[in-house]
């Protein structure tokens, strides 16, 4: 019934709307815990309530947290198949900076850290408060502005989610092209946990194995919305990619996990 409604304002193009109304209930429900958060790190830089809302969730301390345990996560599954030393990696759609403000901490080992979104505030926001991170702007669609076989990982967290099919094969070609052969490029997606949130028709669909997306709003927007079959993935990595992982989301305490895939260019 939610589902049906939320796409229903999505087609009278209410949903920008709405969408802000919640931000401002929300910014004035966790007030008070987000300014004692952000004062007990007086030397740390936090963004713009929005940004953490439309990026994540709007609670300071879950922006930090997560961001830090997001990045021990990342450090964790890569150990598992390669040695991190002398790395170029790049978040691609940063962001706020949730994840990768931590990575130079948490990886080290003399790699270079780059970060990379479409929305120019979010570019500009991360390269006057993130320290040891250089940051590039992208469009909607390819290129990154860095050079063929520059990276040694890639990964994009809740990126291929909001994007359209076409957008897909796009990006998926031009993540291999930066990256080096042997690179590894990993990704999350909404996978078979989040069925339970689609309407019958997108069920449908998505059982053929096909991508399903809720559009009739710009394509990037976090109310622009993907879900991608595991079929899907792998016939968009075919004969390109080897997967190396595939971890399908789980129902969490906070809500639906993505999948996780990690991918080895070929
Ligand atoms: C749900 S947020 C996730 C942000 C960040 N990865 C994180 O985990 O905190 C999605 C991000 O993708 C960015 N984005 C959407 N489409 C993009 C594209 N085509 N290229 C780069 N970034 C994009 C948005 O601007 C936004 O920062």
């Keep these: 019934m939610k589902q049906k409604m939320v796409n229903l304002l999505r087609r009278v193009g209410l949903i920008y709307i709405i969408d802000y109304a919640r ?14 958060f952000k004062k007990r790190y007086p030397n740390e830089s936090f963004p713009p309530p929005y940004m953490v809302y439309e990026t994540f969730r709007l609670d300071y301390q879950r922006y930090f947290d997560s961001g830090k345990d997001t990045a021990e996560w990342i450090k964790k599954e890569i ?12 978040d691609w759609g940063c962001g706020p900076g949730r994840v990768i ?9 003399d790699c270079s850290f780059f970060g990379s ?6 570019v500009t ?11 590039k702007k992208n469009e909607l669609n390819p290129p990154l502005l860095f050079n063929t076989g520059e990276m040694d990982l890639v990964y994009g967290l809740s990126i291929f989610t909001h994007l359209s099919e076409h957008s897909h094969y796009e990006w998926i070609d031009e993540l291999l092209r930066v990256l080096k052969p042997g690179g590894v490029l990993f990704i999350t997606t909404h996978g078979d946990i989040t069925k339970q949130n689609m ?11 096909e991508l399903v997306t809720r559009s009739n709003v710009k394509e990037g927007h976090r109310m622009y919305v993907a879900y991608q079959p595991p079929a899907f993935m792998e016939k968009l990595f075919a004969h390109k990619a080897k997967v190396l992982s595939h971890q399908s989301g789980k129902q969490q305490s906070w809500g639906l996990q993505q999948d996780l895939w990690i991918v080895e260019k070929l």
């Design 79 to 90: 150990d598992n198949f390669k040695i991190i030393k002398n790395w170029n990696i790049l």
């Design 23 to 36: 931000f401002t209930v929300i910014r004035q429900k966790n007030n008070s815990k987000n300014k004692a």
């Design 101 to 109: 403000r931590h990575l130079p901490t948490i990886i080290g080992n």
């Design 199 to 209: 309407i019958e028709a997108e069920l449908g669909q998505y059982e053929k194995g």
């Design 125 to 135: 926001w991360c390269a006057k408060n993130i320290p040891n991170v250089t940051f």
């Design 117 to 122: 979104d479409y929305n120019p505030e979010y």
